[in-house]
């Protein structure tokens, strides 16, 4: 069983900034990605942007410049730095980590957190 917890989320301005963390736990040998998804009312899941555990990064047309992710390996945690925040980025923030729970078995699975809410007031 492998939990995922985001923290961080909260209300800001337009032009604010925000760090969301997501630490993962339980039975883990290795994450292969990490990844951040967002869903406001009414619309689809949106991929935000992805990091490899070699820290390879790709993100979203709508945050590039503005969001940036990072990763700590030794603690199993994700962020995500949200800069000039605009209100269309307001939505519920999603971590998804693949992991790959035993040593001699190469398969992983997908895990979620709960989310964590982002407003951004105009």
């Known amino acids: 069983q492998v939990r995922l917890v985001e923290s961080g989320g909260g209300l800001v301005q337009a032009g604010g900034s925000l760090r969301l963390s997501c630490a993962a736990s339980?039975?883990?040998?290795?994450?292969?990605?990490m990844d951040w998804y967002r869903q406001a009312p009414g619309e689809q899941r949106e991929l935000v942007g992805i990091?490899?555990?070699?820290?390879?990064?790709n993100y979203a047309d709508s945050v590039k410049g503005r969001f940036t992710i990072s990763r700590d390996n030794a603690k199993n945690t994700v962020y995500l730095q949200m800069n000039s925040l605009k209100p269309e980025d307001t939505a519920v923030y999603y971590c998804?980590?693949?992991?790959?729970?035993?040593?001699?078995?190469?398969?992983?699975?997908?895990?979620w957190g709960q989310g964590t809410q982002v407003t951004v007031s105009s």
């Open positions: 990091i490899t555990s070699d820290g390879t990064t």
């Open positions: 339980g039975s883990i040998f290795s994450i292969n990605f």
């Open positions: 998804n980590a693949d992991v790959q729970s035993r040593s001699w078995s190469p398969a992983s699975l997908a895990y």
